[in-house]
């Protein structure tokens, strides 16, 4: 089975604060995405990737970057931590782009102080 | 703009009492539409893949169709391990990106 992981199931961090989330999938997977979820929101996508080195912004990138150096790793940063970042931040992968659908991770949970 | 609703927002059922989750979208042509099982602080789990009106696909308690303008979510005698949240999603043609809706919230009582 693919898996996707995220580093870290919990965090809690100071307003203003570099945050770095990370996420390793062990498929070889091309496409890589981030997505924060809130309630009544639902999932809306903050960047996503379809090879190393690359990125697109998704609906809602104001305040965070992407990094994408090796094709199993998929880093998303929040450069300055706000309080209205805090949420439930989600990783996934997909083979091809609406094929077998996505593999998420089990999701970070992340509140700014 | 591309556009997914499910409804109902919250749903209660009887262990055993059928019944069926709606997704109504606006796209523009369907690539794919997804349907996805999510657990409390859990992420998404991925159920069914469809691609076009008339498929169906099953998978234990839980059978989707297609229509061009929704997808249904069929649960047959649920049991209470079938609580969870229900998304749905879809990829429009000429494009990369899936929307997702916001979810029905299942519960399924003993």
């Known amino acids: 089975d693919v898996k996707v992981t995220q580093s870290s199931r919990y965090l809690v961090k100071r307003t203003g604060e570099k945050v770095f989330l990370e996420c390793v999938q062990d498929?070889?997977?091309?496409?890589m995405f981030w997505y924060r979820q809130d309630p009544g929101l639902g999932l809306r996508l903050i960047y996503f990737?379809?090879?190393?080195?690359?990125?697109e912004k998704g609906d809602i990138p104001e305040g965070y970057s992407v990094s994408r150096e090796k094709k199993e790793r998929f880093s998303l940063i929040l450069e300055s931590a706000s309080t209205n970042q805090t949420s439930m931040y989600l990783c996934?992968?997909?083979?091809?782009?609406?094929?077998?659908?996505?593999?998420f991770g089990s999701g970070t949970r992340l509140t700014v102080v | 703009e591309d556009q997914v609703t499910q409804s109902p927002e919250a749903l209660r059922l009887q262990e055993g009492e059928s019944s069926s989750l709606n997704c109504s979208y606006t796209?523009?042509?369907?690539?794919?539409l997804f349907w996805y099982r999510q657990d409390p602080g859990k992420g998404p789990e991925f159920l069914f893949t469809?691609?076009?009106a008339g498929e169906e696909k099953e998978k234990e308690r839980l059978k989707a169709t297609l229509t061009k303008k929704e997808s249904f979510l069929h649960i047959t005698a649920p049991k209470p391990e079938d609580s969870a949240t229900y998304l749905c999603?879809?990829?429009?043609?000429?494009?990369?990106?899936?929307?997702f809706g916001i979810g029905t919230k299942l519960q399924v009582i003993p």
């Open positions: 996934a992968s997909s083979l091809t782009v609406g094929s077998y659908g996505y593999t």
């Open positions: 498929m070889d997977h091309e496409n």
């Open positions: 990737s379809y090879d190393v080195k690359m990125k």
């Open positions: 796209v523009s042509g369907l690539r794919g």
């Open positions: 469809l691609y076009s």
């Open positions: 999603a879809v990829l429009p043609g000429g494009y990369q990106k899936v929307t």
